[in-house]
């Protein structure tokens, strides 16, 4: 299995609060991503980015920020949580260049309340 | 954008049997990737099966395989003497060949009947 941990697992949070979660992945992949995942959606892209300090919108940015300061890390914030941001956090890597497939860290559930 | 369909949301089959998951595209590029990923209970996204637009051969993985039908934008999984383990969601993803997004379906849920 590729190398990729999201912190935290879960989390629970009220409405208004700045929330960030944290993907690190060990295999030194240039790119990686953050989906959502929500049912009847299926996974929905973020942002992601094509390396350090490299970033760009996906299809669902609005309400999010993400940041890469280092290649294994890619932090995703929510910058004032709403209740339509409960969801499943994906962080992936891979899919660019001669890497074809992403890999997928475990996920992080989100609730807020 | 790229869309992914997954117009059947739910499926089932009895074990040992087989049965077709459908997937179409909307795309004018020539060359791309083609992805199932699986969804377990557990929530991690495996990788099932590829397929590259460029090669005619359809891609097989020991009980999985793929029709891919590149004219009709159609890549549907094949999943031969199904097993309890396989009950999952299942995922179509696009990718172009040149890009760096992907692009997913909405997923097909699959019940394996004892």
């Known amino acids: 299995d590729a190398g990729i941990t999201q912190s935290p697992r879960h989390k629970v949070t009220e409405t208004g609060t700045p929330v960030t979660l944290r993907c690190h992945q060990t295999?030194?992949?240039?790119?990686m991503y953050w989906y959502r995942q929500d049912p009847g959606h299926g996974l929905r892209l973020i942002h992601y980015?094509?390396?350090?300090?490299?970033?760009d919108k996906g299809e669902v940015s609005d309400g999010y920020s993400v940041s890469r300061s280092k290649t294994e890390d890619f932090l995703l914030t929510l910058e004032s949580a709403t209740s339509s941001q409960t969801s499943v956090y994906f962080c992936?890597?891979?899919?660019?260049?001669?890497?074809?497939?992403?890999?997928f860290g475990p996920g992080t559930r989100l609730t807020v309340l | 954008a790229q869309t992914v369909t997954q117009s059947q949301p739910e499926m089932s089959v009895q074990e040992a049997e087989t049965v077709t998951l459908s997937c179409t595209y909307d795309?004018?590029?020539?060359?791309?990737?083609l992805f199932w990923y699986k969804q377990p209970p557990s929530r991690q996204m495996i990788l099932v099966i590829r397929q590259e637009a460029y090669k005619q051969q359809n891609a097989t993985e020991n009980r999985f395989s793929v029709n891919f039908q590149k004219a009709a934008k159609s890549f549907s999984l094949k999943i031969s003497d199904s097993q309890l383990g396989d009950a999952a969601m299942y995922f179509c993803?696009?990718?172009?060949?040149?890009?760096?997004?992907?692009?997913f379906g909405t997923g097909t849920s699959l019940t394996v009947i004892p």
């Open positions: 993803a696009y990718r172009r060949s040149t890009g760096n997004q992907f692009y």
């Open positions: 980015s094509y390396g350090v300090k490299d970033t």
């Open positions: 992936a890597i891979g899919g660019g260049g001669s890497y074809n497939e992403q890999f």
């Open positions: 795309t004018s590029e020539s060359d791309y990737y």
């Open positions: 295999e030194n992949h240039r790119y």
